[in-house]
């Protein structure tokens, strides 16, 4: 799944410390998802077979609220300013970034490419703090979605917040919209009457991004239409990490009601896509993809929103 969002390659350990004390007072643009039952899966002609994302199956959810964005720059810059929480990444040293990302100055410090996907980068001191390594604050980006986190850095965030990761299945409820087996969040065409409805790659991936959506690398989080839930950037920009333990196999878990992945595994879902997906190479912009991650990783293409 390197395509999409690649593990740490040395799969190293870090100092994890003591995990931020909870009781934070933040506040987050909250849609209410009705409960129900809802059909997620799908059985899309140029579905992925090894990732598991069918048969379409009906579940049945609890109501529940989502923030409708991806947590942001500035939001997690609190998280830091009042825990001092360093990321994984941070105390790794470096992080994985995308190749086209990186100024020529940085790139003359890269640690390593990634074998069987050299796009990818090592850069040192890539964090979210320097989403393509020295140089590139996020001073200017406040609004765009925070990334380089590991799934250990969200749920850090989470329980300082008071909220949770959403489990794969809400995740799909709430991005498919109140659609009932659309291909996106906003229907079956990806860009309905020639509009662009997500940050993905446009061009020769992986060498050149022609941008035609108007964002190389992330967008700010309100950049698309919402979806009918009101939620924003449910396909592309970065890839969200979801509470679930990641299996690809028929799994009586993932079925309702109120529905969780295994209880134990080395990977952990990420679901929606990123600003890298090119149907050639990785379509999982679709909303029934689905891909994964190990718990330690970070990358400059994947964040994550939360449940109340």
């Known amino acids: 799944m390197s395509c999409c969002a690649p593990g740490r390659p040395d799969r190293a350990e870090v100092e994890t410390g003591s995990p931020p004390a909870s009781g934070a007072s933040v506040e987050f643009d909250w849609r209410h998802i009705p409960g129900g039952g809802y059909l997620l899966g799908g059985s899309d002609h140029d579905a992925n077979p090894e990732d598991g994302e069918g048969p379409p199956r009906r579940v049945t959810l609890s109501g529940f609220r989502v923030s409708a964005t991806t947590v942001t720059n500035a939001q997690f810059a609190e ?27 940085v790139a003359k410090s890269v640690r390593r490419r990634i074998d069987g996907s050299p796009w990818w980068w090592e850069v040192p001191d890539a964090c979210w703090r320097w989403p393509a390594g020295r140089g590139s604050h996020v001073t200017l980006r406040s609004e765009h979605p925070v990334v380089h986190v590991s799934w250990n850095d969200a749920l850090a965030y989470c329980g300082w917040a008071g909220v949770h990761l959403p489990t794969e299945a809400q995740w799909e409820a709430a991005a498919r919209g109140g659609l009932v087996g659309a291909r996106y969040p906003w229907g079956d065409e990806l860009t309905p009457g020639g509009a662009h ?40 920009n970065v890839w969200e990490w979801c509470r679930d333990v990641w299996t690809a196999q028929p799994d009586p878990r993932r079925a309702g009601p109120d529905p969780v992945g295994p209880p134990d595994g080395s990977h952990r879902v990420i679901r929606g896509g990123s600003f890298l997906c090119h149907a050639s190479h990785c379509n999982r912009y679709r909303v029934a993809a689905r891909s994964a991650n190990t718990p330690e990783s970070a990358t400059s293409n994947t964040g994550f929103r939360v449940v109340g």
């Open 79 to 105: 998280f830091v300013k009042a825990t001092g929480y360093r990321t994984e990444a941070e105390r790794f040293g470096s992080s994985l970034v995308f190749h086209t990302l990186v100024s020529r100055r």
């Open 197 to 236: 409805m997500c940050n993905i790659w446009q061009g020769d991936f992986p060498q050149a991004d022609t941008a035609e959506d108007g964002h190389h690398g992330t967008c700010p989080v309100r950049s698309f239409p919402p979806n009918g839930f009101g939620l924003f950037e449910v396909a592309g």
